[in-house]
């Protein structure tokens, strides 16, 4: 088979990366790929976004299987683009994943179909927010209604800051056409639980879990990032819970969508926090993580392709999807000032060193090549994975990998791995 990976960070390296170790893939491409996955697959310089580029290159190069990554060109319809043209595609079609691309329909979504959430209201006035906003408790949560980069997400601690949210979204547009409606709910106390689920519209088949570090600094200090580390399994999702989820969450979230005629075929990736009322959604992705990908296909035992042709095919409920018992950590190293502002360009010195002597894999994230040097090329330029029979094993693993690893101003948190709660 030939397939093409749409996007072109570290969660697409971890599907390349996976993908390359099925004995059915004759040639890999991605778009646009990065460094790191410019070495296992070939990188052609066409955007994620570019519906019209990504459909044309399928279609010239007689691909099998287009699987389409990122947020952006799901919520813009590339797979009903590609199977309009006949290519299988990977991931759900352009109304299902509204799931993610508004907040405002995902909660109305929870809402009408009982599914376990935050309480919360909607606004397309920020004069009506704010007003809102006067009689509320704090701390309070200001999302922008679309796509943000996974940085849409302010948890307000007092009434100024929330006001001040809501003018930076809806009046400054520091978000774009993301921040055209808010969503403002109340806050939830709680760890919070990633799990990411195949679904071919019918059945569901949740992966390994897995808990996400957002904040940029260490124990959770400063501004909300994409991800500066992620860890395998959860410490605190037991199988009860798990249990709970499918029944009350899970499988009612693809219930309600195949009632609203918006079937998910694809990944999606449930944003937990367990309550002292039990587990309730924040948020709906559709597609998998990032970082979360990057900690949980190495735990994969399948062969990646035959999971993505069951969902295509609709016939998921036939395979039996195994993991191994293994943990998995891993450390983001990023740019200096990354998620504000931060320079690239610099040369990365250590990643041999650090795979042959430390048994680490890094899934590139911001590099690329230029006079056969390695370069930084983005905020968040390596996840240093681990994999090891217990978390302490594995996260003692991963840092070890990074300690070979050096690259200007880089930043990177020292607690990956140790949140019990």
Same mark, same amino acid.
């Given at each position: ?15 390349? &990366?996976?993908? %390359? ?26 955007? %994620? ?59 109305? #979504?929870?809402?009408?179909?009982? #599914? ?16 809102? +906003? ?13 796509? %943000? ?54 059945? /569901? /088949? ?35 819970? %798990? ?23 694809? /990944? ?38 035959? #999971? ?10 036939? +395979?039996? #999807?195994? &993991? ?66 217990? +978390? ?30």
């Amino acid at each position: 088979m030939k397939i093409l990976v749409v996007g072109g960070g570290g969660r697409e390296h971890a599907i390349v &990366w996976k993908l %390359a170790q099925s004995p059915r893939v004759k040639k890999l491409y991605c778009a646009p790929g990065n460094g790191g996955i410019s070495k296992i697959a070939e990188c052609i310089p066409v955007k %994620a976004t570019d519906i019209d580029g990504i459909t044309a290159f399928a279609l010239n190069n007689g691909i099998d299987m287009v699987m389409v990554a990122p947020d952006d060109p799901l919520a813009a319809g590339m797979v009903d683009a590609l199977e309009a043209k006949g290519v299988r595609a990977f991931g759900p079609r352009k109304n299902a994943a509204f799931l993610e691309s508004s907040k405002a329909f995902s909660k109305g #979504i929870m809402k009408k179909y009982s #599914i376990p959430t935050a309480k919360y209201e909607v606004f397309e006035d920020s004069g009506r927010a704010i007003e809102y +906003l006067r009689y509320q408790d704090f701390p309070i949560v200001v999302k922008a209604d679309g796509l %943000a980069l996974g940085k849409g997400v302010i948890i307000a601690q007092g009434f100024d800051q929330a006001q001040e949210a809501v003018n930076s979204i809806m009046s400054d547009k520091v978000f774009g056409k993301a921040g055209d409606k808010l969503v403002i709910e109340e806050f939830l106390h709680g760890p919070e639980v990633s799990i990411l689920a195949f679904t071919d519209g019918k059945t /569901v /088949v949740p992966m390994v879990s897995s808990q996400d570090h957002k904040r940029a600094y260490d124990d959770d200090k400063g501004p909300n990032t994409g991800g500066m580390g992620t860890f395998s399994p959860s410490r605190i999702y037991t199988p009860e819970m %798990a249990e709970y989820c499918m029944g009350n969450i899970y499988k009612p979230t693809i219930d309600a969508m195949n009632k609203e005629n918006r079937k998910f075929k694809g /990944v999606l990736y449930f944003g937990l926090i367990i309550t002292p009322e039990g587990p309730k959604v924040l948020e709906y992705n559709a597609r998998f993580g990032d970082p979360e990908t990057q900690v949980v296909l190495p735990r994969l035992k399948n062969d990646l392709v035959d #999971i993505f042709d069951a969902v295509i095919d609709e016939k998921l409920a036939s +395979l039996n #999807i195994e &993991w191994d018992n293994n943990a998995a950590v891993c450390v983001i190293m990023a740019s200096g000032g990354y998620p504000e502002k931060y320079a690239t360009g610099f040369e990365i010195t250590g990643i041999e060193a650090s795979e042959k002597e430390c048994g680490v894999t890094e899934f590139h994230a911001g590099t690329k090549y230029d006079g056969g040097k390695l370069l930084t090329s983005g905020g968040r330029v390596l996840g240093v994975t681990a994999v090891a029979p217990t +978390l302490e094993d594995a996260r003692t693993k991963a840092y070890k990998g990074v300690g070979k690893i050096s690259f200007k101003d880089m930043h990177c948190r020292k607690d990956i791995g140790v949140k019990r709660n």
